[in-house]
């Protein structure tokens, strides 16, 4: 095991002990452990089912195909706006963890189910840019290459983030504000 997933639970300040717990509960349904994006992934057969998230009032745990879990027990939450696939359930507690292990354990084996099965969530329609950065396209040289290059998800998360607000201008600064950010290959939130 790298020592780095070591330090991911041994040097956390935030959830720590929430962490731990459900990190055994993990480990226990048979799933490899590797530190991905600065977080403890969960793999099966080289495929990610689920990453613990540290977060101001909870630990999460994201299930990347929660979208297509039936969820019986009402205990996973979408991420966010920009979020399809991926759906979450909270702990704010040790407690919270291990009342719930029966239904994590649960929804490990159906997360598995899904990704023997191969099943998708089936694509949007095709991703509608806002005006603003088809402009933006036009006047900085390699910009529109650049974004292409980025993840389906990255691109999404732009296009809805620019198209957010009311007015062209404020649209527009948004835009400019993320130029360099997209040429240099990065998503909104990459670091």
């Known amino acids: ?13 935030q959830w720590r002990k929430e962490a731990i717990q459900l990190r055994k509960v ?5 799933l490899q452990e590797e530190p991905k994006w600065g977080k403890a992934c969960y793999t099966s ?10 977060q101001k009032d909870f630990l999460a745990l994201l299930f990347f195909d929660g979208a297509l879990l039936k969820d019986p027990e009402g205990v996973l939450h979408w991420p966010g ?4 696939i991926g759906r979450r359930m909270l702990f704010t507690s040790v407690k919270d963890v291990t009342d ?13 189910a899904v990704k023997k099965a191969g099943l998708k969530v089936p694509k949007l329609a095709e ?7 088809l402009a933006k396209f036009r006047t900085v040289r390699g910009l529109k290459a650049a974004f292409e290059t980025l993840t389906a998800g990255r691109q999404r998360h732009y296009a809805i983030f620019f198209a957010e607000p009311k007015q062209s201008a404020t649209r527009a600064s948004r835009v400019d504000k993320h130029v360099a950010r997209i040429l240099a290959g990065k ?4 670091s």
Request: with cysteine; net charge positive.
């Open 187 to 190: 998503g909104l939130r990459d």
């Open 100 to 112: 719930k292990k029966a239904t994590i354990e649960a929804y490990v084996r159906e997360a598995l």
């Open 45 to 54: 057969a080289g495929k990610n089912v689920a990453i613990i998230q540290r």
């Open 127 to 133: 991703l509608t840019l806002p005006d603003e950065l």
């Open 26 to 30: 993990l480990v226990g349904c048979g």
């Open 81 to 84: 706006k920009s979020s399809r």
């Open 1 to 13: 095991m790298p020592v780095e997933l070591e330090v991911l639970f041994r040097d956390a300040t």
